[in-house]
């Protein structure tokens, strides 16, 4: 199983990224996936879950409708749109076949002017 997460880095308060996690070595498109996070010094939180056909899914509790998953399994790739980025969003991003340890390495979203 192997996660790369791409699409991080530093961005001005207000702006958007896309973060992108590809995804090979298991059936994707049948596997619920989820973007989570971790603030330096802070536990790991969930930003959002996405079942495998993308029909079922929840968003965690701090997005503020700020945050959108989406997934191509066309692609075997999860997406997160971020938009009205805040400083408190700078974090490392990590998606994750949820029920299983698999995680990617993550990447830096730095939030900054």
């Known amino acids: 199983v192997q996660l790369v997460e791409s699409g991080g880095g530093l961005v001005q308060p207000g702006g958007s990224l896309r973060l992108s996690c590809t995804a090979s070595?298991?059936?994707?498109?049948?596997?619920?996936m989820s973007w989570w996070r971790q603030v330096a010094g802070k536990e790991r939180e969930i930003i959002a879950w996405l079942s495998g056909s993308g029909d079922d899914g929840k968003p965690g509790e701090f997005q503020e409708g700020r945050f959108a998953i989406s997934r191509d399994n066309a692609k075997n790739t999860l997406y997160l749109d971020m938009n009205n980025l805040k400083f408190e969003d700078t974090a490392v991003y990590f998606c994750r076949r949820s029920g299983y340890n698999d995680w990617g390495r993550g990447t830096q979203v730095t939030v900054s002017s």
């Open positions: 070595g298991f059936a994707f498109s049948t596997a619920t």
